[in-house]
């Protein structure tokens, strides 16, 4: 089936440095969403891009969307501890959604 | 509502038991999808509606899981004759797409069910 891989599985960073996650699929994709889960919690949705090259800003936190589709990245400038969590991104095949493995971020203070 | 519920929160259930898993979306919003998550893992799909139509089952693992949403709201996950295999938190989202057909759009996700099979 589709697969959107995701690297790296764990990071542990100090507070204040950066982090960056990476999602890639082995076929074009229509769209990419990103989701975060606090330990314990459920997904949040967090952004949704659709062009290719697109990049969006929430505020620390920096979107891209590939230029050809095949992969996206999250980049959180000097991380918080708020920022803990599994950052996860997504797609949709179809009518079928398949999220990535998800990247467990650890922010030490 | 303020968003999407599930219940029971928390469900233990004896090998070989049914359950049902009930998911309660966000109102008016007409796609629904079922998900489960095992430890450390990612949301794994398992069924998407369109108000009431099952457009897409293809991630039910078995056909001991059994989806349904007969008026287009609420909808119920059943398992049955459970095995240990299942437990998992399952995980209900709901959102409504801007074209008609596409599944694509933000999804609100509920709090899930964690499911333990003993």
């Known amino acids: 089936g589709q697969q959107v891989m995701q690297i790296p599985q764990y990071q542990h960073v100090q507070e204040g440095e950066d982090f960056t996650t990476y999602c890639n699929s082995s076929t074009t994709l229509s769209n990419i969403q990103w989701y975060k889960q606090r330990p314990g919690g459920h997904p949040v949705f967090l952004i949704q891009?659709?062009?290719?090259?697109e990049v969006k800003k929430q505020k620390r936190l920096t979107f891209q969307f590939g230029e050809a589709k095949k992969n996206s990245s999250l980049h959180i400038t000097a991380t918080q501890t708020t920022d803990v969590g599994t950052y996860f991104c997504?797609?949709?095949?179809?009518?079928?959604?398949?999220f990535g493995p998800g990247t467990r971020l650890s922010v030490l203070p | 509502g303020a968003g999407v519920s599930q219940s029971p929160r928390y469900k233990v259930a004896k090998r070989g038991q049914d359950v049902a898993l009930r998911c309660d979306p966000i109102s008016g919003h007409v796609s629904l999808f079922w998900y489960q998550q095992a430890l450390g893992q990612g949301p794994e799909f398992l069924t998407y509606f369109q108000n009431e139509a099952q457009l897409d089952k293809s991630g039910l693992p078995s056909d001991r899981f059994f989806a349904e949403r007969p008026e287009g709201s609420v909808s119920t996950l059943k398992i049955q004759r459970t095995q240990q295999e299942d437990s998992a938190v399952y995980l209900c989202a709901s959102s409504s797409p801007g074209l008609a057909g596409r599944s694509s759009d933000t999804q609100y996700f509920g709090p899930g069910t964690r499911l333990t099979v003993l």
């Open positions: 891009l659709v062009k290719s090259g």
């Open positions: 997504a797609s949709n095949y179809g009518q079928n959604f398949v």
